[in-house]
Antibody, heavy 122, light 107 residues
Framework: QVQLQESGPGLVKPSQTLSLTCTVS??????????WSWIRQPAGKGLEWIGR???????NYNPSLKSRVTISVDTSKNQFSLKLSSVTAADTAVYYC??????????????WGQGTMVTVSS | DIQMTQSPSSLSASVGDRVTITCQAS??????LNWYQQKPGKAPKLLIY???NLETGVPSRFSGSGSGTDFTFTISSLQPEDIATYYC?????????FGQGTKVEIK
């Protein structure tokens, strides 16, 4: 079955760019009707949707982060990536990649990575 | 953005109790609502989609109902393994938004 795995630095300095990659295994990132998403969760807090990419390359971003976020896909590596620029301590969180399945009249995050903790600190 | 408001923020119940969580959307979202379970240190898990459809493999003690702006999530008989935080999430509009979560504990 499809599995997702996040990877990237666990520590990023303020003002720098956070970069994470999500590797999809057990299936092709190009097959099916799926959006590939990033979601984050500060410690002890709720879930915040960052954005998503379709395998065509079309993207949607949370307006609250849009000016700093880029999500891209590399179908040859079966991966998609997140870049978040100009980070501050407020960007410290567990970052999840997730698959959003689109069915006839519904959409849901049905598969999640285990999450990766990213701390912004000098 | 569509605001999702869950209540209560936390609850404590005994094994075997019926547990109910509500989720209110700031505007009509039809039945475009999902429920997730998150255990400590783990990723969220999809339990209910389309407000009332049980995801494959999820025990039948979990259920959901509602449409429009008001939704309910129920555990018919609380089990020790249900200790978790539960989130509602709307997919009527972008950005996707989640409720603040309801932490369920055993009394």
């Amino acid at each position: 079955q499809v599995q997702l795995q996040e990877s990237g630095p666990g520590l990023v300095k303020p003002s720098q760019t956070l970069s994470l990659t999500c590797t999809v295994s057990g299936g092709s990132i190009s097959s099916g009707s799926y959006y590939w998403s990033w979601i984050r969760q500060p410690a002890g807090k709720g879930l915040e949707w960052i954005g998503r990419i379709y395998t065509s390359g079309s993207t949607n971003y949370n307006p609250s982060l849009k000016s700093r976020v880029t999500i891209s896909v590399d179908t040859s590596k079966n991966q998609f990536s997140l870049k978040l620029s100009s980070v501050t301590a407020a960007d410290t969180a567990v970052y999840y990649c997730a698959r959003e399945v689109t069915m006839i009249a519904s959409e849901a995050f049905d598969i999640w990575g285990q999450g990766t903790m990213v701390t912004v600190s000098s | 953005d569509i605001q999702m408001t869950q209540s209560p923020s936390s609850l404590s119940a005994s094994v075997g109790d019926r547990v109910t969580i509500t989720c209110q959307a700031s505007q009509d979202i039809s039945n475009y609502l999902n429920w997730y379970q998150q255990k400590p240190g783990k990723a969220p898990k999809l339990l209910i989609y389309d407000a009332s459809n049980l995801e494959t493999g999820v025990p039948s003690r979990f259920s959901g109902s509602g449409s429009g702006t008001d939704f309910t999530f129920t555990i018919s008989s609380l089990q020790p393994e249900d200790i978790a935080t539960y989130y509602c999430q709307q997919y009527d509009n972008l950005p996707r938004t989640f409720g603040q979560g309801t932490k369920v504990e055993i009394k």
